[in-house]
């Protein structure tokens, strides 16, 4: 019989991989409505095999109670750790997911499932940090283009001329460029005296 | 310990410290922001968490180096309910009183004003639904107890079940469930908000109970003596702190800024002060409200205190076998640690171990005879 599972308060975001990637190992992904209101009556009606929830969700006493009191509910798997081993415990540590499993399941399928899952978490987590850096590298890119067109209009630069200025502006200061950018765009009262910087620098030079 | 492990700088300097946004929680806030800790040699970083399962987790995986936690909770985790059985180290309590039981309005049309009238009717129309913060935590222990008192039984004649604090007052409004034991300011919000009445204060079951407890674990303890002892010690300044009547609207500030709770500070501040207006006519100043310190009374870690419950966990059946009380308690509450942190700040410890309580239902507790005690209610698992 295939593992049901449920995933309880996971992010919107990865949900839908994660359930993919289950199904994939065999499992039945319970349907839940999002958000679960009354997550104990829904853990009674379904009867899962095995609970999935976001390490920060409050809704986590509630499955510890239901551990505790009814002796088919799933239970925390960091108990079930404490038997199957630490690297397991480990893994689920970083993961941001608790798990919360039924007795009946072998601890080689457990651990298969919760590989699977972080597997899919970990994607995730690169997918995002690489949205980040890229939309991070953007508004670098912006920021200093628009200090750039600042310095144009107001002094009549050339393109070329304002960037080497904007650079070593920063370099004076040790800051990185778009930091510097960023200073002088939300400054604007410091402009003159930033052009007047400038103007000495680019005598001395 | 040595005297030289005694003496010198924490072996740790940076701990972090889980706490749950409750007003409760405040002397941990206070140690950080008040600068306690620094004059312990200790820089602490308080981590809101938003489970107490998280609390424990964080805790027994070192991520965090002490917490709050709630007295019952530690004792589950000590002896492996619903879970592997961990060591812990409680080093002094955090708080007593303050927490309460919350009504529906709902309740309030159908004729229930107090617990007796709720008693009548659950005999009368089984199907209520009650709601506690943690399988073995205080909040659940008050709740059993109270209802047990006037009759009810609570494993049988109610639905139990467990919801985030915070989530408390919006179950009710959706008629989710019918009542809760929770700490501050949840029954105050209840109050405000027109959703629910105050039935008991936690202070009216048991005046003067034990609350929130500091923990680390053991191995923590023992590999850390000296951060162990200094985060004590910041800690009884800081709950000295919270109980001056002159520091009360600071703290209530510090307590509901977003950081923390994350509320309005008028839900705080009245019960704080000992205020309270439990939503359907009565108001009072009560005589035994939420407190920190209290000379060392409320900071010293009981025997008798964690005996409690023990003797709770047994008699609901969460213990399933009788466990050797007076060797867990000795080994949980460590007076020790309590003992070097009160001569580092020059607070005087009381040399008694156990203490003698009257509950609201005539039972006394004064940590004699746990089995006998536990045993002795007619209403229990």
Known sequence: ?205 | MSALAASGAPEKSELRVGFMPLTDCAPIIVAAAKGFDRRHGLRIVPVRESSWAAVRDRLLRGENDASQLLYGMAYGVQTGVGGAARELAITMGLSRNGQGITLSRALLARGVRDGASLAALVHREPGCTFAHTFPTGNHAMWLYYWLAALGVQPLREVRMTTVPPPQMVAQMRAGIMDGYCVGEPWNAHAVREGVGFTVATSQHIWPDHPGKALGMTAAFVDAHPRSARALTAALLEAARWCDARGNRAELARLLAAPACIDCEVAAIADRLDGDYDDGIGRRWHDAHPLRFFDDGAVTQPWLSDGLWFLTQLRRWGLLRSEPEYLDIAARVQRLDVYHDACAAVGIAAPRAVMRRSVLFDGGVWDGSDPAAYAASFAIRA
């Not at chain 1, 104990?40 to 390490?55: K, N, S, W």
């Not at chain 1, 630069?157 to 502006?169: G, N, Q």
């Not at chain 1, 510097?180 to 009262?189: I, K, P």
Request: aromatic fraction near 4%; charge should be negative.
């Open chain 1, 1 to 205: 019989m295939s593992t049901r599972v449920l995933i309880a308060g996971a992010a919107a975001a990865y949900r839908p991989r994660l359930c993919a990637a289950l199904e994939q190992a065999g499992c039945v992904v319970l349907p839940a409505p999002e958000p679960i209101v009354d997550l104990e009556a829904l853990v009674q009606d379904l009867a899962p095999d095995l609970i999935l929830i976001h390490a920060e969700s409050p809704d986590r006493d509630t499955l510890e109670n239901l551990a505790v009191f009814h002796e088919r509910a799933p239970k925390p798997v960091i108990a079930l750790c404490a038997r199957a081993g630490s690297a397991l415990s480990e893994q689920i540590d970083r993961a941001g997911f608790s798990f919360y499993a039924v007795d009946e399941l072998s601890p080689a399928l457990l651990q298969s499932l919760v590989q699977v899952s972080l597997a899919q978490f970990q994607r995730e987590q690169t997918l995002r940090e690489s949205l980040a850096q890229a939309q991070a590298e953007l508004g670098d890119r912006r920021d200093v283009d628009r200090a750039k067109c600042l310095l144009m209009e107001r002094y009549g630069m050339k393109e070329s001329e304002a960037y080497h200025h904007l650079r070593r502006a920063a370099m004076r200061r040790a800051q990185k460029l778009p930091d510097f950018a960023r200073t002088m765009l939300r400054d604007e009262s410091q402009l003159d005296h930033f052009a007047a910087e400038m103007a000495r620098a680019a005598r001395q030079a």
